[in-house]
């Protein structure tokens, strides 16, 4: 669960800094974010049955209603709630469930992998000792997010160039 989790608030936390928030509050907000999860999925996390239990675990952010684990980490960073708003894509969903974390942003949007066990798995040990993390999946990096921004979020333009790179 350790590794699904930090995926999810660190990706949460990149799209924060994309938009000027200060590292300080953001990495204030991921751990927050991190432990909120832990808690919050404690006697839901099944990896003999991944997706029992994945209703649970989404994460999502829809217009003017923010997830409430979101929410309270936020409050606990000092970020107002409502700065969420114009910080998050309008509509953002996340799917937390053991060896898998994806995400999507729009109703119609595709699926993007932010960290998937197989392919940490199949990582040589080079490549491992070579990055922080081998578990990120290698299409989440920040250098290969921009190239499929436009058809993962139909307002992309709204938001400055840094944080479309983040968000597909």
């Known amino acids: 669960m350790k590794d699904e989790v930090n995926s999810a608030a660190g990706f949460l936390a990149r799209l924060l800094l994309a938009r000027n928030i200060a590292p300080g509050t953001v990495e204030s907000f991921r751990k927050t ?14 990896p ?3 997706f029992k239990g994945s209703g649970y675990r989404c994460i999502r952010i829809l217009y003017n209603k923010v997830d409430p684990i979101v929410e309270k980490a936020t409050k606990a960073c000092g970020l107002p709630v409502e700065a969420l708003k114009s910080l998050f894509p309008q509509e953002l969903t996340m799917w937390v469930d053991p060896k898998d974390v994806s995400y999507r942003i729009g109703e119609n949007g595709s ?8 392919i940490s798995q199949t990582v040589e040990p080079e490549q491992q000792a070579a990055s922080h993390s081998s578990t990120l999946h290698p299409e989440a990096s920040l250098a290969t997010c921009g190239q499929q921004a436009n058809h993962l979020h139909p307002q992309l333009h709204q938001y400055p160039k840094e944080m479309q790179m983040v968000m597909s």
Request: no cysteine.
């Open 111 to 118: 699926i993007g992998v932010l960290y998937d066990n197989s």
């Open 33 to 46: 974010l991190t432990s909120l999860l832990f808690n919050h999925y404690r006697d839901h996390w099944f």
């Open 48 to 50: 003999e049955k991944p």
